[in-house]
């Protein structure tokens, strides 16, 4: 009899009614010469009466087995299964899942060509409840591309994170040889399995293909393993996999794996138990506790380092046996980016909790510094809101709660005011508001109760809305901040409150609380009406039936289509053969700087100057995000919406300072003046070599956006040397008339100059500097993030600086509108975060000495003939592995240049000194790289283009 090439092992238990679907998948497959095992774990339905028909019907294909008793796991099923196969190849197939059709084929000519003893493809699971069938990758990144491995340990990721056994092709006799077989009777058997496997293989190949889909019933009556986490003995089997895979890489001193495998288990393992810790009672939480902490006492220091800070903080505090802090922890575990512990504030770092100072591993933990919570006010923090108290009478719940109030951000003194809101989920549906009667200032918390009247003034549709989310809104000085109400620990029981839908009763007539999937307090209609079961079904009925059918039909078409037309292939062609065609508005300048981001630079001069004259003309503003820092003068559209590209066709000037959208074509009667924002240090355009490396239709298309610019603003003949000749710009375009944003510089100077000392802006007084400091200002170019938490680190300690420096300069940081730091709060007063402030003009203004590195503030800086310090740290890697520089900073900078934290403190310590030293090279510096700015650039570019506009 010839030899199978792949034999399949399809398990089954109590499964009768999806085992022929997964069967077929592997009959189906394209590679012809495939038998199928199947292996029943005794089960008590029909499922072997299933399998042994399958076999007769597929006599020679398909073979049946069954367990003499129920193993309680998948493993003894497949190592039943690998002993019965034939095939050069096995692989393993759940019952309730699916090959792909090419499965089979893709994977055995990988191993072919390779002489691999493993292949893996990419696993797709599909969520068979959800209407469309959601799907997700099984971490796709390990799958982007074919490789070979020569050992698991090129790829720790493979190891640690795609451990299931199912999407993968092994060499039945490594199978063999090295006596690879699954767990008996325990959970998580693949992860065991797949570890030998991985460790034992000499070659691996993985493979870009999908070639399993996981079916995932998160709503079948019959829970799988990863569904059934309740289960004390889900969580012990998971720990006791977890040690013997530490005993094989510890056997094998493969100690970076174990550390990759415990930040695996810190972020993804032991995640998935604590998200339900707070809804089980206080024996499950004592036995989860001591079960965990023996295993995390084994995990490395290092891991807790290389996860978020929650989920470092969650495991600590679990270990501790530090419940009062842990279920407020693992509410925020849930609910990204809410604040669920007052924090604390110790030796001026911040701090998850109170306690555990006198342990130095817990310090390092529980400080939360670096996550700037204490640099948020009140209305852009997410804060715990407890439920406390539940009770229902009558038509009317009675509700309490705490709110969390971090770091005391909202104050003993405030006015505070709260509304309870009663939203239906399901979006554009109504809501009911009801005002919270007290509200309580408690030093951590902000105590609330309140009652609602449920049934008098809450009044669902019946029908559509059967799901209502409770919101409560805390308004604090006139700052308002929104809160979900979790439920944790609080009783929920009682009769369901009556309520009044205005469709039918005979559905839905009562409002019933339950907990969402987030922990937060919701309700559910319900009906008390023995009729109900009914009514639903005919309702059902009629929406599944051909009347629903059409009206579901035709709203998913009315849907699909607000969808294409708002897609950006027909944002662009309503955009060139709609609106390009209405007739251009006269008098109309739409003004964007920095892509939407900022009400900044010069094109917010410009602006300002044609207010300032009076000039009668419509200001149309783009923004990107939030619209209110812009003016209440002007007409706000959103960046790429149909109203932001229907002012661009129809407007006579476009201004702004980087680029419209590329595809955009500017018509003949519409004047763009591109201001731009600085001049150059590092190479641009054309100049780069990654644009020089594109194709030349890239290149042309580059080229076309560029070419849209009928005015160019210049600050110097640098400009022309470098901006104009990297974008190719002809010279009747350049525009030599300076910057509008540095109007104000230059003004400054010369007023200076006149009166013979500094007078400082009321932005001083707004900032808290004390009259007596010399103000100083960082002022970086961007770099990518490289912080612990996605954030840019500054170069120097920022607590040394405050120490050594803080009685005589406050430091204003202002980092990179792309970029963002945080500050600790032992510098408050001494170093302040300014980087919210979107135009950098007035702060360049206020700074009596500028720190900087490779950005263009300074050319803006040197036009106020002030001390600048250029900390370059990181020269040798930004200019020489970068994109190149147009001319040597060492050789040109008016100031010293500084490479270390210590000759940087010894330049603050020298500023006096270098405002003389460096004067003759600051005047040479402004001659070569701004001998245009002479602080009447807006006015002369208003002259030329709308002085016509005078009212």
């Keep these: 009899m010839p030899v199978p090439d792949v034999s399949v092992v399809v398990i089954v238990y109590n499964d009768a009614d999806r085992l022929p679907t997964a069967v077929r998948s592997v009959l189906d497959q394209t590679l012809r010469d495939v038998e199928v095992v199947i292996v029943d774990d005794c089960s008590t339905d029909s499922s072997f009466d299933v399998a042994q028909r399958l076999a007769a019907e597929h006599s020679g294909r398909v073979r049946a087995f069954q367990l003499p008793e129920n193993s309680g796991a998948g493993g003894e099923p497949r190592n039943l299964g690998i002993q019965h196969t034939t095939g050069q190849y096995v692989m393993f197939l759940d019952s309730d899942d699916v090959l792909e059709v090419n499965a089979c084929r893709n994977m055995l000519e990988a191993a072919e060509e390779t002489g691999s003893d493993i292949v893996s493809g990419l696993c797709v699971r599909l969520h068979k409840d959800t209407r469309n069938q959601k799907r997700d990758e099984w971490y796709s990144w390990l799958y982007s591309t074919t490789r070979t491995l020569e050992s698991v340990t090129e790829l720790p990721d493979l190891f640690v994170w795609d451990t299931l056994s199912t999407n993968k092709c092994y060499r039945r006799e490594f199978l063999i040889e090295n006596d690879l077989r699954f767990p008996k009777g325990m959970f998580y058997e693949d992860l065991m399995f797949i570890a030998d496997a991985y460790l034992a293989a000499k070659r691996i190949t993985l493979i870009p293909n999908q070639v399993y889909f996981w079916h995932v019933f998160a709503k079948s009556a019959v829970k799988s393993v990863t569904n059934r986490r309740h289960e004390m003995t889900n969580y012990t089997h998971r720990l006791e996999i977890h040690r013997r895979i530490d005993a094989l890489l510890e056997e094998r001193g493969l100690t970076e794996m174990k550390l990759a495998k415990d930040v695996k288990f810190l972020k993804h393992d032991l995640v998935l138990h604590l998200r339900d810790l707070p809804f089980r009672d206080e024996a499950y939480r004592r036995e989860f506790a001591e079960l965990s902490r023996e295993y995390l006492a084994s995990i490395a220091p290092e891991a807790y380092e290389r996860v978020q800070p929650i989920q470092a903080i969650c495991a600590y505090l679990l270990q501790q046996g530090d419940w009062d802090n842990l279920i407020p922890a693992v509410d925020t575990l849930i609910n990204r980016d809410k604040v669920s512990s007052p924090l604390a504030e110790h030796d001026g770092r911040i701090y998850w909790c109170d306690g555990h100072f006198d342990d130095a591993f817990g310090r390092s933990v529980l400080d939360v510094t670096e996550v700037g919570y204490h640099e948020k006010p009140v209305n852009r923090l997410f804060l715990r809101n407890q439920l406390t108290s539940f009770a229902e009478s009558g038509t009317t719940l009675s509700l309490a709660g705490r709110i969390t109030n971090p770091l005391g951000v909202i104050p003993p003194g405030a006015k505070l005011k709260g509304e309870l809101e009663f939203s239906a989920r399901r979006r554009s549906l109504q809501s009911f508001r009801f005002p919270v009667r007290t509200l309580r200032h408690e030093g951590g918390t902000v105590h609330w109760e309140t009652a609602a009247d449920i049934t008098a003034r809450l009044r669902p549709l019946g029908i559509v809305d059967t799901i209502w989310d409770v919101r409560l809104a805390l308004d604090v000085d006139g700052v308002r901040t929104t809160t979900r109400l979790t439920v944790a620990d609080t009783d929920l029981s009682g009769d369901p409150v009556q309520v009044r839908p205005r469709l039918t009763r005979m559905v839905a007539d009562h409002f019933a609380p339950h907990v969402s999937a987030k922990g937060h307090l919701a309700f559910r209609l ?143 009667e519409t004047t763009y003046i591109q201001t731009w924002h600085g001049s150059a240090l590092k190479k641009m355009g054309f100049d780069q070599p990654s644009l020089k490396a594109t194709t030349r239709g890239q290149q042309a298309e580059q080229q076309r956006s560029l070419d849209r610019f009928d005015r160019f603003l210049i600050r110097s003949e640098h400009d022309v040397r470098t901006l104009a000749k990297a974008f190719r710009l002809q010279e009747k375009t350049l525009l030599r008339v300076g910057y509008p944003r540095n109007d104000a510089l230059v003004r400054a100077r010369q007023k200076e100059e006149s009166l013979g000392h500094r007078e400082r802006s009321a932005l001083a007084a707004k900032l808290g500097i004390p009259d007596d400091k010399t103000v100083l200002l960082y002022a970086p170019t961007f770099r990518k993030a490289g912080g612990r938490h996605g954030r840019f680190e500054l170069p120097f300690d920022v607590e040394r600086f405050a120490d050594e420096f803080g009685d005589r300069y406050v430091l204003l940081v202002r980092s990179h509108y792309l970029n963002h730091v945080v500050l600790p709060p032992t510098v408050q007063g001494r170093v302040i975060d300014v980087s919210a402030h979107h135009d950098v003009t007035p702060l360049l203004e206020l700074a009596d000495a500028l720190v900087t590195d490779y950005s263009s503030v300074m050319f803006d800086y040197a036009l106020l003939d002030r001390p600048l310090v250029f900390f370059t740290y990181d020269y040798d890697e930004y200019v020489h592995e970068g994109r190149g520089t147009y001319f040597d900073l060492l050789a040109h900078a008016p100031g010293p240049v500084v490479r270390t934290e210590d000759d940087f403190c010894e330049a603050v310590k020298s500023l006096d000194t270098q405002a003389l030293e460096y004067a003759t090279a600051r005047q040479e510096f402004v001659a070569k790289f701004g001998e245009f700015d002479r602080g009447d650039a807006a006015q002369s570019i208003v002259n030329q283009f709308f002085a016509q506009w005078s009212r």
């Design 526 to 668: 319900v009906s008390e009406n023995p009729n109900s079961e009914r009514v639903q079904e005919l309702i059902t009925r009629g929406v599944q039936g051909k009347p629903g059918a059409l009206a579901k039909t035709g709203y998913r078409k009315a849907k699909a289509l607000r969808k294409t037309l708002t897609s950006g292939d027909n944002k662009l062609r309503l955009y060139h053969e709609v609106f390009s065609r209405l007739p251009v508005k006269k008098r109309t300048v739409v003004f964007e700087s920095h892509l939407g981001k900022q009400y900044s630079d010069s094109p917010r001069a410009l602006y300002e100057e044609m207010r300032r004259q009076g000039l009668d003309f419509e200001a149309i503003w783009s923004y990107s995000g939030s619209p209110k820092e812009f003016p209440k003068d002007a007409t706000l559209v959103k960046r790429w919406s149909l109203p932001y590209l229907k002012a661009l066709a129809q407007a006579e000037f476009w201004v702004d300072n980087q680029s419209y959208p590329l595809k955009l074509t500017k018509r003949p």
